[in-house]
């Protein structure tokens, strides 16, 4: 497991978290949900921001921890 950033990058990090799980809340999309896949697909790819972002800022949730995993390219572990 790599550590946290720290300096800048620590801070941009903190911002793409802030700012993607803003926009998951918010209730407007750039592409509203009703246009057939497409509004999907932008919550997706900014889901995985706020993923990828919590795992690069060392944050742990158990139950996404599988999915940041794998998001950040790393092994998953194996449980005894």
Do not use: C, N
């Amino acid at each position: 497991i790599e550590p946290p950033p720290g300096g800048p990058m620590r801070y941009l990090w903190i911002v793409v978290a802030l700012v993607s799980g803003a926009y998951i809340v918010w209730p407007v999309d750039f592409i509203p949900d009703f246009i057939m896949l497409w509004g999907w697909i932008d919550d997706a790819f900014v889901a995985g921001l706020l993923f990828t972002a919590l795992g690069r800022l060392g944050v742990r949730i158990p139950l996404l921890q599988p999915v940041i995993d794998f998001l950040l390219g790393r092994r998953a572990k194996k449980r005894k």
